[in-house]
Antibody, heavy 117, light 107 residues
Framework: EVQLVQSGAEVKKPGESLKISCKGSGYSFTSYWIGWVRQMPGKGLEWMGIIYPGDSDTRYSPSFQGQVTISADKSISTAYLQWSSLKASDTAMYYC??????????WGQGTLVTVSS | SYVLTQPPSVSVAPGQTARITCGGNNIGSKSVHWYQQKPGQAPVLVVY???DRPSGIPERFSGSNSGNTATLTISRVEAGDEADYYCQVWDSSSDRVFGGGTKLTVL
C-alpha cells in the first residue's frame, strides 16, 4: 500500500526555522516525483514545488521560490520542506504529494504549521 | 502565469447531475486532473488526464475537456459527494496549477 506519512503539527514563533518531513512507503521512492502543496486556512490549494528524488532535481513555483527549500534523502525515502525564517503568513496546512506524470495520485495526511508570537 | 477559473459554488439536488467547470486559455490542449476534498481531509484524485478514473472512484464521476473549458460531471449526486473540487493542469510557465476550487452543495 502506497503511503505518504508526514511529520506532526508544529507551533512556531515568527523568525524561527522549521523542517517538516514526508516519508514514502509501499513503492519505489525514486520512481515518482514528490511535491508540496499549501492550503491556508479556509482557502484553496497552492502548488509550491517539486523534487525528483532520483537525482534531487528541484523546481519551485515562482510564488515560493526563495521562500522555502525542498529536499529529499532517498536512502530513507523521505522528502522535506523547510523554512529559514517563518512568518505569520506561513500558517497553513502543508501536504506532500506523489505523482507519476502531471497528476497527483497520492496525498500525505498534511502537516499543520502555526506561526504565532 | 497560467490561470484556472472555477465557479465558487455549485448546488444540486440528490439524484441530479452536477457539472463543475474549469476555464483556462486553450485548456483543451492540456491534460486536466480533478480532486475532491472533504472537510478536514486531504484531497483525493477523482479524474485524471481529462476523463480517466483512478481505481475505486465511482463511474458517476466523469470528465471532459475542450476549447477553453474542462468539466467534471457527477451523475446521480449523493449527499456524500458534498465537498470542494479542484481542477489542476501542468503549464510550462507555471508548473502545476490549481483552480480556485468549487464548493459542491447537495441540497
Amino acid at each position: 500500500e502506497v503511503q505518504l506519512v508526514q511529520s506532526g503539527a508544529e507551533v512556531k514563533k515568527p523568525g524561527e526555522s522549521l523542517k517538516i518531513s514526508c516519508k514514502g512507503s509501499g513503492y519505489s521512492f525514486t520512481s515518482y516525483w514528490i511535491g508540496w502543496v499549501r492550503q491556508m486556512p479556509g482557502k484553496g490549494l497552492e502548488w509550491m514545488g517539486i523534487i525528483y528524488p532520483g537525482d534531487s532535481d528541484t523546481r519551485y513555483s515562482p510564488s515560493f521560490q526563495g521562500q522555502v527549500t525542498i529536499s529529499a534523502d532517498k536512502s530513507i525515502s523521505t522528502a522535506y520542506l523547510q523554512w529559514s525564517s517563518l512568518k505569520a503568513s506561513d500558517t497553513a496546512m502543508y501536504y506532500c504529494v506523489r505523482g507519476l506524470r502531471e497528476a497527483i495520485d497520492y496525498w500525505g495526511q498534511g502537516t499543520l504549521v502555526t506561526v504565532s508570537s | 502565469s497560467y490561470v484556472l477559473t472555477q465557479p465558487p459554488s455549485v448546488s444540486v439536488a440528490p439524484g441530479q447531475t452536477a457539472r463543475i467547470t474549469c476555464g483556462g486559455n486553450n485548456i483543451g490542449s492540456k491534460s486536466v486532473h480533478w480532486y475532491q476534498q472533504k472537510p478536514g481531509q486531504a484531497p483525493v484524485l477523482v479524474v485524471y488526464d481529462d476523463s480517466d478514473r483512478p481505481s475505486g472512484i465511482p463511474e458517476r464521476f466523469s470528465g471532459s475537456n475542450s476549447g477553453n473549458t474542462a468539466t467534471l460531471t457527477i451523475s446521480r449526486v449523493e449527499a456524500g459527494d458534498e465537498a470542494d473540487y479542484y481542477c489542476q493542469v501542468w503549464d510550462s510557465s507555471s508548473d502545476r496549477v490549481f483552480g480556485g476550487g468549487t464548493k459542491l452543495t447537495v441540497l
